[in-house]
């Protein structure tokens, strides 16, 4: 069972528009999420996180907004650049005591910024 | 400074051999995670060290993977008899702190495990 789901396996977005990248979660435990981006053969490099407490985290052209009702989180680029287009994985993080912030992930969602 | 770096970084190996994956977290780091990576999917938890103890290891698949990280630092992930199922790429990643703060875990490269 797929705990963490982004439904939309690939985007396709020209340069200077905003990409929005999807990502739903099932499990209300989960407290802690973030955004991964990820370039072939490199390991997947953290972008942005916001905790379950908030709604909105914003860090220059990113920002994530979390609707934990809806169990669902969004990732906003703008504008998006063509160094922008990747594999972008969403993660989430169920802290509890005694145990270490294992990451569970979506599927990825692969982004073209176009010229 | 360097990033966690991981050996070897492509391995074939033929059915039933046992293979040894290396992986060099960031100087310091308490907290080191394997993950799996088949191909079109999400990496998926493997195990967890905090320092030198194995604190997690639900997401191991079988009896075949061993994972061990004796003085806290470097760590090896050992499968035993690999299988075609086995084809992945390996995943380590390290944080400074250990669980409860939401840290950030920085990835290495990745050993892509082929076998035949």
């Known amino acids: 069972d797929q705990q963490v789901k982004q439904n939309s396996p690939s985007l396709s977005v020209q340069e200077g528009r905003i990409s929005i990248l999807n990502c739903d979660y099932t499990?209300?435990?989960?407290?802690?999420f973030l955004w991964y981006k990820k370039y072939p053969a490199e390991g997947p490099t953290f972008l942005i996180s916001i905790s379950s407490i908030k709604d909105k985290n914003e860090d220059g052209r990113f920002t994530v907004f979390l609707n934990k009702s809806a169990k669902h989180l969004s990732l906003h680029i703008v504008p998006s650049q063509p160094g922008d287009s990747a594999v972008y994985f969403c993660a989430a993080i169920f802290r509890y005591t005694g145990g270490g912030n294992k990451l569970t992930f979506g599927t990825g969602t692969q982004l073209k910024v176009e010229l | 400074g360097a990033g966690v770096s991981q050996s070897p970084r492509y391995k074939v190996a033929k059915r039933g051999q046992d293979v040894a994956l290396r992986c060099d977290p960031i100087?310091?780091?308490?907290?080191l995670f394997w993950y799996q990576q088949a191909l079109g999917q999400g990496p998926e938890f493997l195990t967890y060290?905090?320092?030198?103890?194995?604190?997690?290891k639900s997401g191991l698949p079988s009896d075949r993977f061993f994972a061990e990280r004796p003085e806290g630092s470097v760590s090896t992930l050992k499968i035993q008899r690999t299988q075609q199922e086995d084809s992945a790429v390996y995943l380590c990643?390290?944080?400074?702190?250990?669980?409860?703060?939401?840290?950030?875990?920085?990835f290495g490269p990745g050993t892509r495990l082929l076998v035949l």
């Open positions: 499990n209300s435990m989960f407290d802690y």
């Open positions: 060290f905090q320092n030198e103890a194995q604190l997690d």
């Open positions: 990643a390290s944080s400074l702190e250990t669980g409860g703060g939401g840290e950030t875990q920085y």
């Open positions: 100087s310091g780091h308490v907290s």
